[in-house]
């Protein structure tokens, strides 16, 4: 059975930071494979946040967090620093197969994440 469980989430302040985590079981991934995070704000659509690929080694970050948000290499924490009131919504982990971009195909229950002052 696919498991992915995310946490670390909480209420945090505008410029303080927060490591998101997964822990993953029950699959095996595929030869070519995207691994990362994307999240959901009521109200917006969904955003890929961070997504590592081994097809190429790349990890592609938002446009909204690249300059705020790290993958760890290894494993799939997600340190986000400098947090904005933008950043509010529920964080998933989730696994798609061939490349970042496709559709995800396993993720977990979600962590939340509210910032605000």
């Known amino acids: 059975q696919v498991r992915l469980v995310e946490s670390g989430g909480g209420v945090v302040q505008p410029g303080e930071s927060l490591t998101l985590s997964c822990e993953h079981s029950?699959?095996?991934?595929?030869?070519?494979?995207?691994i990362g995070w994307f999240r959901q704000a009521p109200g917006k659509e969904r955003e890929d946040v961070a997504c590592?690929?081994?097809?190429n080694g790349a990890i592609y970050y938002a446009d909204s967090v690249k300059d705020r948000f790290r993958l760890a290499s290894g494993t799939l924490d997600l340190r986000m620093y400098n947090l904005q009131s933008e950043d509010t919504a529920v964080y998933y982990c989730?696994?798609?197969?061939?490349?970042?971009?496709?559709?995800?195909?396993?993720w977990g229950q979600g962590t939340e994440v509210t910032v605000s002052s």
């Open positions: 029950g699959f095996t991934l595929p030869r070519f494979y995207g």
């Open positions: 590592y690929t081994n097809t």
């Open positions: 989730g696994v798609v197969s061939g490349h970042c971009g496709y559709a995800w195909e396993y």
